[in-house]
């Protein structure tokens, strides 16, 4: 059992109790738990820029992106050699941040997914606009799916790297497995899911201002091992975030072959 608490200290029950009483609470318009529109209404009113969805910490961005390339090449090795053009994912990709500093680097091709519209829009803009840079590799944002992660199904085998960074927390359990799932339908062999999230020291932390979830390693391991059956490949911390923040991890995890 994992004990969570909200953002100010108070305990909040166990995972499972959590996340029924989310399921059981009140819907929108959509039929949805209203969890999820709280999060998109809080992220439509962030400004469309680095700080904006880092939450004031835009100047970590190149240490984030740093760490991404070598946790990649740790993980895919030889495949980066430049042999195969490669397609990656970028998973609640907001202004395209995860792409533009890191995957489009690696990737010939790279996908958005972001529910948001204006963070979708600005990705668009700088990306795939009139006035995007065009790189002298031919490497290109190609789709923007305009959708969140409990919605997006992957076209099958299309990506060699699934990446979902700091948006996980706003899945509940049972999404969080489906989602995983439809991305293993997305993978090309050999490929793998790429997970960046913050850790809580135990059990999880409720953001009440963006209804989101922020996991424990732990339970993260049980997500991935115990509910989806999943191997981790490797997992790693990221070094040298401000100390203040949560402990930041990345783990590359694929179904068990
Ligand atoms: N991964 C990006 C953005 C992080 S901010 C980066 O590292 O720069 C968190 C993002 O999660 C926001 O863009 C927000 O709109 C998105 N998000 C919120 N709810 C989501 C959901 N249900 N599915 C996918 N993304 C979601």
């Known amino acids: 059992m994992f004990k969570g608490i909200d953002d100010k200290g108070n305990p909040i029950g166990t995972h499972t109790a959590f996340w029924k009483a989310v399921k059981a609470g009140a819907k929108g318009a959509d039929g949805k738990p209203l969890w999820y529109k709280k999060g998109i209404d809080y992220w439509d009113t962030v400004e469309a820029t680095d700080d904006g969805v ?6 970590v961005s190149d240490l984030d992106a740093k ?4 946790f990649l090449r740790s993980v895919l090795g030889d495949a980066l050699d430049g042999s195969r053009e490669l397609v ?19 990737f010939h091709e790279v996908d958005l ?3 948001v519209k204006h963070f979708v829009r600005a990705a668009e803009a700088s990306l795939a606009g009139e006035n995007a840079p065009k790189r002298a590799d031919g490497h290109r944002a190609v789709n923007f799916f305009a959708e969140p992660l409990e ?13 979902v960074q700091w948006c996980v927390g706003h899945l509940p359990d049972d999404e969080f497995v489906a989602f995983f799932e439809r991305c293993a339908a997305g993978l090309k062999p050999g490929g793998c899911v790429f997970v ?19 996991r424990s390693h732990k ?18 911390l990221q070094k040298d975030f401000p100390a203040e923040l949560f402990k930041v991890r990345m783990y590359a995890v694929r179904p068990k072959r």
């Open 196 to 214: 960046k999230e913050n850790n809580a020291k135990e059990g999880f932390v409720l953001d009440t201002d963006d209804s989101s979830v922020t």
């Open 151 to 163: 919605a997006f199904a992957p076209e099958p085998g299309r990506y060699d790297a699934v990446w």
């Open 88 to 106: 990656a994912c970028d998973c609640g990709a907001g202004i395209g941040r995860v792409t533009s500093s890191f995957l489009i680097h690696h």
């Open 219 to 236: 339970y993260f391991v049980h997500l991935f091992e115990e509910k989806l059956g999943w191997e981790i490949v490797e997992h790693r």
């Open 54 to 59: 880092l939450g004031g910490y835009g100047h």
């Open 113 to 115: 997914v972001e529910p």
């Open 67 to 70: 760490e991404n390339s070598e």
